[in-house]
């Protein structure tokens, strides 16, 4: 059974500040790795995606990438209010795109 | 920029009746997807769509489910009689199928039993 894992939070950062989000994933193999954020009620939004080992920048994100380790990460720079939501963490399955999903971490941004 | 659009927005239904979940997903996708999410949960797969035909199912999708394309813009899923852990968030995704560069989700169904 593949996991992915993600510390529930809340995660509380202060407004203006760097929040850290990872997440860690069991299969090895996985090539594929998604950070999705979720508004209470809403539908999941794409962040990012990340393939290749090592980070990528999309404004005032970056998603971090180690295959050895098994982890994948989000860093939100320059935190906002509006970023307040839970983040989740998802990587490709076996197979036709099908994503496994961690809980995710809910991120709270104080003003 | 494109949409999936998902009715009814919430249902609520009473237990061991039928209900339909209707998606319209983007016009030049070709992998559609529902994906169930319960209160409070991780979001859970139940099922994908590819050549008018389900190509992947996981175990919560049992024969009480099922997904059709009527008419080859609409994309359903249907629940035979409903029970009360069926209760969640339904959401329908697709995505273009040359690579996989993440998921149009549809805003979602509450659907509600009880």
């Known amino acids: 059974q593949k996991e992915v894992e993600q510390n529930s939070g809340p995660l509380s950062v202060p407004e203006g500040a760097i929040a850290s989000l990872n997440c860690t994933y069991s299969d090895r193999g996985s090539q594929s790795f998604f950070w999705y954020r979720q508004y209470s009620g809403k539908s999941p939004e794409l962040i990012m995606f990340?393939?290749s080992n090592g980070d990528k920048e999309d404004g005032r994100f970056t998603a971090q990438l180690n295959k050895a380790s098994q982890y994948v990460s989000l860093l939100i720079r320059d935190s906002q209010p509006s970023d307040s939501a839970t983040y989740l963490c998802?990587?490709?399955?076996?197979?036709?795109?099908?994503?496994?999903w961690g809980a995710g971490t809910k991120l709270i941004i104080k003003p | 920029e494109p949409e999936v659009t998902q009715t009814p927005s919430h249902q609520v239904t009473q237990m061991g009746q039928e209900v339909i979940l209707r998606c319209v997903p983007i016009s030049n996708h070709l992998y559609f997807y529902w994906y169930r999410q319960i209160l409070g949960q991780k979001v859970e797969f139940l099922v994908s769509f590819y050549n008018n035909e389900i190509s992947e199912k996981s175990e919560i999708f049992d024969d009480q489910f099922s997904v059709e394309r009527p008419d080859g813009s609409n994309f359903t899923l249907k629940i035979r009689s409903t029970k009360l852990e069926d209760s969640a968030m339904y959401f329908c995704?697709?995505?273009?199928?040359?690579?996989?560069?993440?998921?149009?989700f549809g805003s979602g169904t509450r659907l509600t039993v009880v």
């Open positions: 990340i393939y």
């Open positions: 995704a697709t995505i273009t199928g040359r690579g996989n560069y993440g998921y149009t």
């Open positions: 998802a990587v490709e399955g076996d197979s036709n795109y099908q994503l496994i």
